[in-house]
């Protein structure tokens, strides 16, 4: 018998949640009213997704990297940013022209360039050091955007950026939306399970675990930490750009501090020790954010993350993917006496 190795289980899982994922609409189509399926497929499902490949950027980070930056939810706003800026039809228009294709391209660039910026900044720190000057980055970004009218806005922002049309339908959609962001989250997921296990992400799992050694060995550590930063930014601009998609334009409080925490928190839920947790965090962060309401108290919404933030840490400080794990092992350590039984 061949020994199921942690990488192929990894890949089964991942094609059984997005067969699972893929089959939603359908699945709640069957059993909702058409309003309230299509409310649960993009309100809460499709949004996960969107905070999910946004979340994922920073698990890929602390999870292969060792680092826990702050700025990836500045880092994906300013992708949409630059979407709202280049493409045509946004209001205000600030620069305009631009067809959808261009101008997601130039948003995912340039968030690419704004994560390179940052691991370029924060390359000599770490731990603490690492939060705090991701942290500053995000605050001073998010001051600029809010007070810079002329490109920016203000406070109001750019609105009306309603996303390209796929097959004659308008992104706005909801199962355009769906799976597109579906497509996108599900090739953004397989790339990070590609890099981490090509030369350069294994070197930057060497650099996590031991960066004197790795250096010794002739690599070059900072530019390889630098260039993580770069990858965390492309996976986190394509967030930001759907996430501008979904709430048709883009605002400073999109990129506040309040968001910047919420990725975190989704992700620590989710557990920082594989990129799917962002999903599972992610999705969670959004049922209870959209059932607030009905749960305990719109208002007292923080309240009532925080006390599930605290719970999953303390009864699992890596999140629910391990509640799953030790689930998973007292299964099979249960299934043992079973099968000596049965042999014996």
Same mark, same amino acid.
């Given at each position: 018998m061949t020994q199921d190795t942690a990488p192929s289980r990894a890949v089964r899982w991942s094609l059984l949640l997005l067969a !699972? &994922? /893929? &089959? /939603?609409?359908? !699945?709640l189509l069957a059993v909702l009213p058409v309003n309230q399926a299509q409310f649960w497929t993009s309100n809460i499902v499709g949004r996960a997704l969107v905070f999910g490949i946004i979340a994922m950027s920073l698990t890929f980070l602390a999870t292969? =990297? =060792?680092f826990i930056s702050l700025a990836q939810m500045t880092v994906a706003g300013i992708a949409g940013y630059t979407v709202a800026i280049l493409v045509q039809g946004a209001v205000p228009s600030v620069v305009g022209g631009l067809g959808y294709p261009a101008a997601i391209l130039s948003g995912v660039l340039a968030a690419t360039l704004a994560g390179l910026l940052v691991g370029l900044i924060s390359v000599r720190t770490r731990d603490i050091y690492l939060l705090m000057i991701t942290l500053a980055l995000a605050m001073g970004v998010f001051r600029f955007i809010e007070t810079n009218i002329s490109w920016f806005n203000g406070y109001e922002g750019i609105r009306n950026v309603v996303g390209p049309e796929l097959f004659g339908l308008p992104f706005r959609n909801t199962y355009v939306f769906y799976f597109s962001t579906l497509a996108t989250a599900a090739a953004l997921y397989a790339l990070v399970l590609y890099i981490v296990r090509s030369p350069f992400g294994l070197v930057l799992q060497g650099i996590r675990d031991n960066p004197r050694r790795v250096a010794a060995l002739g690599y070059d550590v900072g530019l390889h930490r630098i260039a993580s930063f770069g990858v965390a930014g492309f996976i986190a601009g394509w967030g930001g750009v759907l996430s501008t998609f979904y709430n048709i334009g883009i605002s400073p409080g999109s990129i506040g501090l309040g968001a910047t925490v919420n990725i975190l928190i989704m992700s620590v839920i989710g557990g920082l020790g594989h990129p799917i947790g962002a999903f599972i965090g992610a999705l969670i962060f959004s049922v209870f954010d959209t059932f607030a309401a009905s749960i305990y108290? $719109?208002? $007292?919404f923080n309240t009532l993350i925080g006390l599930i933030f605290l719970v999953i840490v303390l009864v699992s400080p890596d999140g629910v993917i391990g509640i799953g794990k030790r689930m998973s092992r007292l299964f099979r350590?249960?299934?043992?006496?079973a099968v000596k039984e049965a042999r014996s």
């Amino acid at each position: 018998m061949t020994q199921d190795t942690a990488p192929s289980r990894a890949v089964r899982w991942s094609l059984l949640l997005l067969a !699972a &994922l /893929v &089959l /939603v609409p359908f !699945a709640l189509l069957a059993v909702l009213p058409v309003n309230q399926a299509q409310f649960w497929t993009s309100n809460i499902v499709g949004r996960a997704l969107v905070f999910g490949i946004i979340a994922m950027s920073l698990t890929f980070l602390a999870t292969y =990297g =060792g680092f826990i930056s702050l700025a990836q939810m500045t880092v994906a706003g300013i992708a949409g940013y630059t979407v709202a800026i280049l493409v045509q039809g946004a209001v205000p228009s600030v620069v305009g022209g631009l067809g959808y294709p261009a101008a997601i391209l130039s948003g995912v660039l340039a968030a690419t360039l704004a994560g390179l910026l940052v691991g370029l900044i924060s390359v000599r720190t770490r731990d603490i050091y690492l939060l705090m000057i991701t942290l500053a980055l995000a605050m001073g970004v998010f001051r600029f955007i809010e007070t810079n009218i002329s490109w920016f806005n203000g406070y109001e922002g750019i609105r009306n950026v309603v996303g390209p049309e796929l097959f004659g339908l308008p992104f706005r959609n909801t199962y355009v939306f769906y799976f597109s962001t579906l497509a996108t989250a599900a090739a953004l997921y397989a790339l990070v399970l590609y890099i981490v296990r090509s030369p350069f992400g294994l070197v930057l799992q060497g650099i996590r675990d031991n960066p004197r050694r790795v250096a010794a060995l002739g690599y070059d550590v900072g530019l390889h930490r630098i260039a993580s930063f770069g990858v965390a930014g492309f996976i986190a601009g394509w967030g930001g750009v759907l996430s501008t998609f979904y709430n048709i334009g883009i605002s400073p409080g999109s990129i506040g501090l309040g968001a910047t925490v919420n990725i975190l928190i989704m992700s620590v839920i989710g557990g920082l020790g594989h990129p799917i947790g962002a999903f599972i965090g992610a999705l969670i962060f959004s049922v209870f954010d959209t059932f607030a309401a009905s749960i305990y108290d $719109r208002n $007292r919404f923080n309240t009532l993350i925080g006390l599930i933030f605290l719970v999953i840490v303390l009864v699992s400080p890596d999140g629910v993917i391990g509640i799953g794990k030790r689930m998973s092992r007292l299964f099979r350590r249960s299934e043992r006496p079973a099968v000596k039984e049965a042999r014996s």
